[in-house]
């Protein structure tokens, strides 16, 4: 089968850095990626990785380890922006997307 | 590049009415398109794969002859939902993916989303 876990929500402070975890199973893997969303709007793509070791771009960063089905996104220098829910999504068999529940990030003054 | 329209952003209607959402890239060809269904602070749930000049992918639990898909073309793909009821109502959004010959390490690029609302 196939189940994506991470976190329903977190809070941090602006400013501050955040790590948002998702744990995988899935039969077949092609990549993890990570999305954002804001509220009533459809996503966007952030980052993805299919070799394990760390991705950054700019205050964005995303690891991945295959062998511990575990992947995390880094929020640096976090933005008032940055509040929204962060999707963690597999590539597993016959191309398709599996979308994790998302994380509602929340950041404050 | 890589973006994604999709058409209406809002609908509300009757109950009994069918409803028509496109799904357009526009500037790229894609000859993938996946249709998702979310419900409020839900994850987007993977309705259909539409495939250019083939019958659509459902998933398991998506009525076939409900919610039809239409992708004659490499730009543009349509799902109509078909005497659509309250319990219809839901945030639906399509997607596409850049690159020929299914290379599955393209990001998916989503169009804005419909919400619809059924009366």
């Known amino acids: 089968g196939q189940n994506i876990d991470q976190p329903t929500e977190m809070t941090a402070t602006e400013g501050a850095i955040v790590q948002i975890n998702c744990t995988y199973q899935?039969?077949?893997?092609?990549?993890l990626f990570w999305y954002q969303q804001h509220a009533g709007e459809a996503p966007t793509f952030l980052s993805y990785n299919v070799l394990d070791g760390l991705e950054e771009k700019g205050r964005f960063s995303s690891f991945l380890s295959r062998s511990k089905g575990y992947s995390y996104l880094l929020l640096k220098e976090l933005q008032m922006k940055d509040s929204a829910s962060y999707l963690c999504?597999?590539?597993?068999?016959?191309?398709?997307?599996?979308f994790g529940a998302g994380t509602r990030l929340a950041v404050h003054p | 590049g890589a973006v994604v329209s999709q058409h209406p952003s809002r609908v509300i209607c009757k109950s009994g009415t069918s409803v028509k959402i496109e799904c357009r890239s526009l500037d790229f060809q894609a000859t993938t398109m996946f249709w998702y269904r979310q419900f409020p602070k839900q994850s987007l749930m993977l309705m259909a794969t539409?495939?250019?000049?083939?019958?659509?992918?459902?998933e398991q639990g998506v009525e076939k002859d409900k919610f039809l898909i239409n992708h004659a073309s490499l730009t543009l793909s349509t799902l109509t939902v078909t005497s659509a009821h309250p319990e219809d109502s839901s945030f639906y959004i399509c997607?596409?993916?850049?690159?020929?010959?299914?290379?599955?390490?393209?990001?998916?690029?989503f169009g804005d989303g419909t919400r619809l609302s059924i009366l």
């Open positions: 899935t039969s077949g893997f092609n990549g």
């Open positions: 997607s596409a993916r850049t690159g020929l010959g299914g290379r599955v390490n393209q990001p998916q690029h």
């Open positions: 539409s495939n250019e000049g083939s019958k659509a992918t459902y």
């Open positions: 999504a597999v590539t597993g068999g016959y191309n398709k997307l599996i």
